[in-house]
């Protein structure tokens, strides 16, 4: 399997690489149209409108690293935003209690997706489809019409800026630092990356692949609640729909990032490239006075486009895989 592994090697390189250098034309053409993007408040604007699906896409990458999928992350979001707009007073007291109790909520949510794939046996695609339901209709009883209250403070304190500093950067560079790397530089994140290879091979060598399947959904509810709490600051409200263009847009954005769809293979620097490639795109469209219609088109066809190319790289692999296990046999 070296040659194989090799190969999907290349291709996360690629994807990467590809994502990075897709970031950087499609900032110069945005810096081209919107000249005052290069001010402080355009950066802080360009950060927020990203943010929120960067995280969306780390968690949703923790989850293609061991070889799953979560369908139910742009539900979560909801959930979460939902939840705050609903508990959210303007005491700091209340602040910090409703940012813990939403943070706890998005870890249960994607546990519980973690409990009915690694210990249920459900297939991630059925199970996360099914549970986006039940979190949309949780998020739709919470607040049935967009609106709630979120504290100015806590507002400020996420979508502000220290001069040409976004807070926001601040938020994902905690993320990183607190979340990321302490899961993804221990035995954890190791044994993340060896189910997503091989589950079965993790399985025989004694890894405890179904603790580590509910570890990666738990994480990926994690990050969804702090895109949500993001999400909730920017609009100061809670609003049941606001988390539905985020489940295949995170996908999207991991694999164009050069996460594979395999498992076992990516990088968070890529996952985090992609997120803003395509929420970059999506903002340079209605700078360029897009009609609307045409703006669903092309994201439609882009997410299409990569999503597919993504499956048909897989195909390949997997072909390559037998046709290299009929050789060796």
């Keep these: 399997m070296t040659r194989l592994n090799r190969l999907g090697a290349r291709l996360t390189r690629g994807g990467a690489l590809f994502s990075a250098a897709a970031l950087l034309a499609v900032l110069v053409v945005y810096f081209i149209e919107q000249p005052l993007a290069l001010s402080g408040f355009g950066i802080a604007s360009l950060v927020n409108a990203?943010?929120?699906?960067?995280?969306?896409?780390?968690?949703?990458?923790?989850?293609?690293?061991?070889?799953?999928?979560?369908?139910?992350?742009?539900?979560?979001?909801?959930?979460?935003c939902c939840l705050a707009s609903t508990m959210m007073g303007d005491s700091t007291g209340s602040i910090l209690l409703t940012v813990l109790a939403c943070l706890a909520a998005?870890?249960?949510?994607?546990?519980?997706?973690?409990?009915?794939?690694?210990?249920?046996r459900l297939e991630p695609l059925i199970s996360t489809f099914c549970t986006l339901f039940i979190y949309g209709g949780l998020a739709l009883t919470l607040r049935p019409q967009p609106g709630g209250h979120i504290a100015d403070s806590f507002a400020n304190a996420l979508t502000g800026n220290l001069g040409v500093l976004p807070y926001g950067v601040l938020l994902l560079a905690l993320m990183l630092l607190l979340v990321w790397l302490p899961v993804f530089r221990s035995r954890l994140g190791r044994f993340i990356l060896a189910v997503g290879d091989s589950s079965d091979s993790a399985?025989?060598?004694?890894?405890?692949?179904?603790?580590?399947?509910?570890?990666?959904?738990a994480l990926s509810g994690l990050f969804a609640a702090v895109?949500?709490?993001?999400?909730?600051?920017?609009?100061?409200?809670?609003?049941?729909?606001i988390g539905n263009i985020y489940t295949l847009n995170s996908l999207a954005a991991a694999v164009l990032g050069g996460v594979a769809l395999t498992g076992g293979r990516g990088s968070?620097?890529?996952?985090?490239?992609?997120?803003?490639?395509?929420?970059?795109?999506?903002?340079?469209?209605?700078?360029?006075?897009?009609?609307?219609?045409?703006?669903?088109?092309?994201?439609?066809?882009?997410?299409?486009?990569?999503?597919?190319?993504?499956?048909?790289?897989?195909?390949?692999?997997?072909?390559?895989?037998?046709?290299?296990?009929?050789?060796?046999?």
């Design 50 to 80: 990203s943010l929120a699906l960067v995280l969306v896409s780390m968690g949703q990458t923790c989850v293609l690293f061991a070889g799953g999928l979560d369908l139910s992350a742009g539900a979560i979001v909801s959930l979460v």
């Design 106 to 120: 998005g870890t249960l949510a994607g546990a519980v997706n973690g409990l009915l794939i690694a210990y249920g």
């Design 203 to 217: 399985f025989a060598s004694g890894l405890p692949v179904r603790p580590v399947r509910l570890a990666t959904y």
């Design 227 to 241: 895109a949500a709490l993001f999400l909730a600051a920017e609009t100061t409200s809670g609003d049941a729909s």
């Design 268 to 329: 968070v620097a890529g996952a985090i490239c992609g997120a803003t490639v395509l929420s970059l795109i999506l903002n340079l469209l209605s700078v360029l006075g897009v009609p609307a219609f045409w703006q669903d088109l092309i994201e439609g066809s882009l997410l299409l486009l990569v999503l597919s190319a993504a499956g048909i790289g897989r195909l390949r692999i997997d072909d390559w895989s037998r046709l290299l296990g009929r050789g060796r046999a």
